[in-house]
């Protein structure tokens, strides 16, 4: 079976730095993009950024270049989204998104001091 | 970016009865290579979200019949022939052309 797995629920607070995890089985990790998708609470979806775990060729939504990283380990299959110094603005629901078709069981992300 | 338009935003339907989301994308999305990257998204409450539809009119594996996309270049429809009460949720239009990828603002299915 073909699946996403992401790390489990964060609390942290202002300042903080982060880094959450998602891990691909079930297919060949290094021949699919995997990308990230924020989901704030009782909003939308936004795209963040992608990878493509092979080459670790990577691309950012420009509202999002420069405020997190997108990282990948191919040798573990994961694919990781990470920020140095979170923001109460941060908190949501962070989804890993392999081609479209395959999602992630989510990440929440709460920053409160 | 490319802004993808939805609507209606709100879409009360009752049992059985047919549903249409309209999503229209600010520039055509027509990719170079002759296909059209749009996708449909399900999201059901408290659930991740579900590809529906893919390139404007595939079904995923495992998605009802009920269930179809149409359009071209920037006018895009998903219909629900006879609406379900697991239908309830917020859909997504997603275009997958231009980067950065954008999402409509989501459609709210709810049962009358």
């Known amino acids: 079976e073909v699946q996403l797995v992401q790390s489990g629920a964060e609390v942290k607070k202002p300042g903080e730095s982060l880094k959450i995890s998602c891990k691909g089985s079930g297919y060949s990790f290094t021949s699919y993009w995997i990308g990230w998708v924020r989901q704030m609470p009782g909003k939308g979806l936004e795209w963040m950024g992608i990878i493509y775990p092979g080459d670790s060729d990577t691309r950012y939504s420009p509202s999002f270049q420069g405020q997190v990283t997108i990282s990948a380990d191919k040798s573990i299959s994961t694919a990781y989204l990470q920020w140095s110094s979170l923001k109460a603005s941060d908190t949501a629901m962070y989804y890993c998104?392999?081609?479209?078709?395959?999602w992630g069981q989510g990440t929440l992300v709460t920053v409160s001091s | 970016d490319v802004v993808m338009t939805q609507s209606p935003l709100s879409l009360p339907v009752t049992l059985g009865q047919p549903a249409s989301i309209s999503c229209r994308s600010s520039q055509s999305l027509v990719y170079s290579d002759g296909n059209t990257y749009l996708n449909w998204f399900q999201q059901r409450p408290g659930q991740s979200p579900r590809r529906l539809i893919y390139k404007v009119s595939n079904r995923d594996s495992g998605v009802p019949d009920r269930f179809s996309g149409s359009g071209s270049g920037t006018d895009f429809t998903l219909k629900i022939s006879r609406v379900e009460a697991e239908d309830v949720g917020v859909y997504y239009c997603?275009?997958?052309?231009?980067?950065?990828?954008?999402f409509g603002q989501g459609t709210k299915v709810e049962i009358k």
């Open positions: 997603m275009q997958g052309t231009h980067w950065p990828w954008t």
């Open positions: 998104v392999m081609d479209f078709g395959v």
